[in-house]
């Protein structure tokens, strides 16, 4: 889940445990940076100084909503979870 860019929030509700405990296992496993921290933040390296290039947020890709897609998907974090609520329905009734 941590290399496909889930969030650690969205993997400690799947684990049932905390976002912290989920960052602190990764780092301790030391896992590659999460792809949505790498995806969303472009730094440009010259002689060790950084400088911001630019970020422009993705916003939901859901009809009327304005809320900024979460990192390294097409909708933010309510419609992400709703997604997963439906996914869950359709897994216990089969």
């Not at 860019?5 to 993997?11: F, P, Q, Y």
């Not at 939901?60 to 992400?80: F, L, V, W």
Request: with cysteine; aromatic share 6%.
């Amino acid at each position: 889940m941590w290399t496909r860019g889930d969030s650690a929030r969205l993997i400690s509700l799947q684990l049932g445990t905390t976002r912290n405990a989920v960052i602190g296992k990764a780092n301790r496993l030391r896992l590659p940076l999460h792809p949505s921290r790498s995806d969303d933040v472009n730094y440009l390296e010259n002689n060790d100084f950084k400088t911001d290039i630019t970020y422009e947020p993705k916003l939901c890709s859901e009809d009327n909503c304005k809320m900024t897609a979460q990192p390294g998907r097409d909708y933010c974090a309510y419609h992400c979870r709703q997604i997963i609520e439906e996914q869950k329905k359709i897994k216990e009734a089969s």
